[in-house]
């Protein structure tokens, strides 16, 4: 006798990983989900349609969540026959990139209440049920930026590494109920969000940082990070199969699944834990050795380091 299929409940499907995956799961040739696709507005779901085509309404629901509100995940969740999630697929985020000077803090305070209060908020409406029925299973997107810190990115890095601590230290509890973690941490998404911001801060004025600070981000960070994303930036689909992969196979207590390109680098702290050796790394290498640094980048990019994203 078949089982029945499994609720997965994804934020942040409007494009990008979020689309992909509600995609592939509810074309699932076994038919083992039902996909409740969301996102914050729903006038953007005319791409997610799309592209779900005859699953739509069958395998795949759109629905209306807010992360950032209470009231919109309770109303999301009792939309849910039985009000009963088996699989969270915390994706929702948002990201936030320039000199801290000339960042608000109201900007930064948003990246936190979407990257991290948003999936805290999913988790607190999901557990109740998980641990009632005593089974479940909690995917986040994270980020690499959630194991190292970036140049021109540290509020977004901040997020990652809060998601980061905050699973690691609830899986713990978890298990005791049988409900399981895993951490997904892509690098670089080649997304058309991705562009816009690029293009966005290339011309952005970031008023109150000094002439220095604004010449090392304009010329030194911006072309660094086209090669970045041009090199060995990930498509929302490939980032999408290794999620599948982690929903669909057996679950260890806390799973991690890394960008396996960026292990030159979290090597560097794992060989100094003090964070030195990282430090003084790439900042000789994005404001001494910028050529080199381009050498590396297109050393990845040639395929010697076939796997992007793998499980652990």
Known sequence: MAEAPRTVLISGCSSGIGLELAVQLAHDPRQRYQVVATMRDLGKKGMLEAAAGEALGQTLTVAQL????????????????????????????????????????????????????????????????????????????????????????????ASKFALEGFFESLAVQLLQFNIFVSLVEPGP??????????????????????????????????????????????????VAQAIVKVISSARPPLRRQTNARYSPLTALKAVDPSGSLYVRT???????????????????????????????
């Open 66 to 157: 807010d992360v950032c509100s209470n009231k919109s995940v309770a109303q999301c969740l009792s939309c849910i026959q039985g009000g009963e999630v088996d699989v969270l697929v915390s994706n929702a985020g948002v990201g936030l990139v320039g000199p801290i000077e000339g960042l608000s803090l109201a900007a930064m305070q948003n990246v936190f209440d979407t990257n991290f209060f948003g999936a805290v908020r999913l988790v607190k409406a999901v557990l109740p049920g998980m641990k009632r029925r005593r089974q479940g299973h909690i995917v986040v997107v994270s980020s690499v930026m959630g194991l190292q810190g970036v140049v021109f990115n540290e509020v977004y890095a």
């Open 282 to 312: 790439t900042h000789r290498l994005l404001f001494h050795w910028p050529r080199l640094l381009d050498l590396c980048l297109r050393c990845l990019a040639c395929g010697c380091l076939r796997s992007r994203v793998q499980p652990q």
């Open 189 to 238: 998404v080649a997304t058309d969000f991705e562009g816009k911001l690029m293009e966005q801060v290339s011309t952005a004025d970031f008023p109150g940082t000094d002439p220095d600070t604004l010449r090392y981000f304009r010329d030194f960070y911006l072309p660094a990070s086209r090669e970045l994303f041009r090199n060995v930036g990930q498509s929302p689909r490939d």
